[in-house]
């Protein structure tokens, strides 16, 4: 058993879905902590994973949100243990930061279920579901020694690795409704989603099956 620290906000981009899914089977332990309210780094830091979700925040030049600098510091910190830690959409943009590393707006959002380009095959190629305004420069950590870039879309990095850090700008702790109510949540109407979402949802046995692999990956290296 593994225990887990998720670090997300209370009431947006913070449902579990899948990852509560796989840790009950798995039978990983969870804490919770989120970011409106009063966390310890410490406590975080304690956990054999750290996961960071997503936020309708930016760290993006230009754009950081002023919550952003004491979870790259935490970042920082689990970086410089050399432990476990994931990061989603903007957890990955974090992480990204905090390694170095450095995050843009887009011109356009890049939205859709869709497959990305493998880099590396130790992720899936999808679909995955990708909604991020905000992206990782591939050229801010291409020649960097210790990330692999593992897959990119559209320009931006999708998939990266740093030891045992790991970060994804796709989304595989939802399911299609999970989606959707995340989407719904930060003021986007629903047809602008509810096709990706109809697809997520014909997809949900497939995806659901490599979001557990991408999983079990990611707290494999808490072993290492």
């Known amino acids: 058993m593994k225990t887990i620290a998720i670090l997300s906000h209370s009431t947006v981009a913070h449902e579990l879905v899948l990852i509560q ?19 310890n780094a410490n406590d975080l830091l304690e956990a054999d994973l750290i996961i960071t979700m997503g936020s309708p925040n930016s760290v ?27 990061g989603i959409c903007y957890g990955a943009q974090a992480l990204a930061l905090a390694l170095g590393g450095a995050v843009i707006r ?23 579901a990708l909604w991020h305004e905000d992206m990782i420069n591939p050229d801010s950590l291409k020649d960097h020694t210790q990330v692999e870039i593992l897959a990119t879309d559209a320009g931006a990095v999708i998939a990266f690795r740093a030891g045992n850090a790991w970060g994804v700008q796709f989304h595989p702790e ?35 099956e490599r979001a557990f692999a991408l999983f079990d990956l990611v707290v494999a290296s808490t072993d290492h």
Not at 62 to 79: D, N, P
């Open 21 to 39: 899914e796989w840790a009950d089977a798995r039978g990983h332990g969870i804490n919770r902590y989120f970011r409106e309210e009063e966390w």
């Open 60 to 86: 993006a030049t230009g754009y950081t949100h002023q919550s952003a600098a004491r979870e790259i510091e935490l970042l920082q910190q689990r970086l410089a243990r050399e432990e476990a830690v994931f």
């Open 106 to 128: 887009r011109a356009q959002a890049n939205t859709g279920y869709k497959n990305i380009t493998l880099h590396d095959p130790a992720i899936d190629a999808g679909g995955w």
């Open 174 to 208: 939802v399911d299609g409704d999970g989606l959707g109510r995340m989407l719904s949540a930060i003021g986007i109407p629903e047809e602008k989603w509810e096709g990706e979402v109809a697809a997520m949802n014909a997809d949900n046995d497939a995806h659901r």
